[in-house]
């Protein structure tokens, strides 16, 4: 039930992926193992629960694939009955479950529209079952940019980590030009595969939207990753927004630290440019990092491609500069080359 191979003997542990079916079952909200939704997925192991849904991993048994599915289960006022069915914890609650089941069918629909690009998870299918919805996504095999800077000891170096961060800026503004943001970029949802390829994954824009619609639906914010306008109810939010989330996922990555929480950098900004913390960068990747970093949005890009032509212009003057100083030719050989061509002109006339 992880990874669907046949299992030819007896005991806990798969022998093709190791995952070892646990006796207690620690999401005990999610489907059981087995369910089969529409007559064809059938439902495997729980990959990740939400605040605002319950991702599973699944298998198609009409075209014999693995696929990833995520069910709509706001975990703050639903509940599963003896039916498998999803219902409120409260009538109350039956306004709010509905407004969030039309954002996750419009974020679903949108999200469709990405299926070919390379830098997004593809959609399949979109049903309602059970009393709620299901969104059928490609399974995608890889490792989170979290786990790849855990790998490389804490931190990882400026033009890897760019190898990363410019695929998920392309994807990002492929987002933002129909008008989608992302609303929850943090190095957990940024996923990279074993072809390099990098996808952006976990859309948070519906779950920001139930919190728009009640205060009371709780949002878990990622401290140093969650702009300021995010926090609060009426906040300017747009591409910046995101612009900001993946700048603190950057600069994670090549300093080995979580920047400040941005409601603390209101008073005080004490953020630390890369440079000083030993980084070693080019000025100018360090200046559009920290201006996408800036705590107030009209401060930052405003949108990606601006982010993306500062990260990438050649770079700056003094910098240049200060290559071409440090590798150009002593003095003294200027003047030793001088009185050599003096002599060669003397000796030919």
Known sequence: MACFQLMEGAGPTCLYCGWKEKIK????????????????????????QGGFGITYAAYDLQHSTRVAIKEYFPIDIARRNPNKDVETTSDGYQELFQYGLQRFQDEAGSLARFTRHPGM?????????????YLVMQYVEGKTWM????ENGGRMGVDSALGILIPALDALQAVHEVGMLHRDISPDNIMVLPNRQVKL???????????????EFSIIFKPGFTP??????????????DIYSISATFYKAITGKIPRDAMNRLEKDTLTPPSRNGVSLSPSIEHALMKALSVKGENRYQTVREFKEALLQPLDKGY???TMDNNKTPAWLWIVGFVMVLVLIKLIT
């Open 25 to 48: 079952n620690e999401f005990p909200s999610a489907l059981p193992h087995g369910v089969i939704l529409q007559q064809r997925y059938l439902i495997g192991r729980v990959l990740g």
């Open 121 to 133: 998870v593809a959609v399949y299918d979109f049903f309602h079952e059970h009393m709620t919805a």
């Open 320 to 322: 240049q500069q200060g």
């Open 147 to 150: 786990k790849i800077i855990e």
């Open 201 to 215: 994954i976990d859309f948070g824009a519906a779950r920001y939207a139930m919190k728009q619609q009640n205060q």
């Open 228 to 241: 300021e306008e995010q926090y609060r109810t009426r906040g300017n939010r747009g591409p910046w927004s």
